[in-house]
Nanobody, 120 residues
Framework: QVQLVESGGGLVQAGGSLRLSCSAS????????MGWYRQVPGKQRELVAA???????NYAYSVTGRFTISRDNAKNTVYLQMNVLEPEDTAAYFC??????????????WGQGTQVTVSS
């Protein structure tokens, strides 16, 4: 069994910063891609940022230049540094990871979500 646990959400004023963390634990052989998604009520979940196993990254256009995704493979953890936050960034943020429990068994896992609220 694998779990993803997120932390770091909260309430911040526009222009401020937050850092999200997501740690994976359990039966882990290897972690491939990791990413952050966000969702607001009534809308589809959207990709914010992703990072591959070799640390190449990609970002949604709306966060490029403001957000930075990184990972610590030794800690099975992915981070999202969010700077110059805007009210439009308000959403529930979800961690996602493609995890191999064995060499031949992989699955997509989601965290429980953490709320980010940016006030104007």
């Amino acid at each position: 069994q694998v779990q993803l646990v997120e932390s770091g959400g909260g309430l911040v004023q526009a222009g401020g910063s937050l850092r999200l963390s997501c740690s994976a634990s359990g039966s882990i052989f290897r972690i491939n891609a990791m990413g952050w998604y966000r969702q607001v009520p009534g809308k589809q979940r959207e990709l914010v940022a992703a990072i591959s196993s070799d640390s190449s990254t990609n970002y949604a256009y709306s966060v490029t230049g403001r957000f930075t995704i990184s990972r610590d493979n030794a800690k099975n953890t992915v981070y999202l540094q969010m700077n110059v936050l805007e009210p439009e960034d308000t959403a529930a943020y979800f961690c996602n990871a493609r995890i191999l429990s064995t060499l031949y068994t992989s699955r997509n896992y989601w965290g429980q979500g953490t709320q980010v609220t940016v006030s104007s």
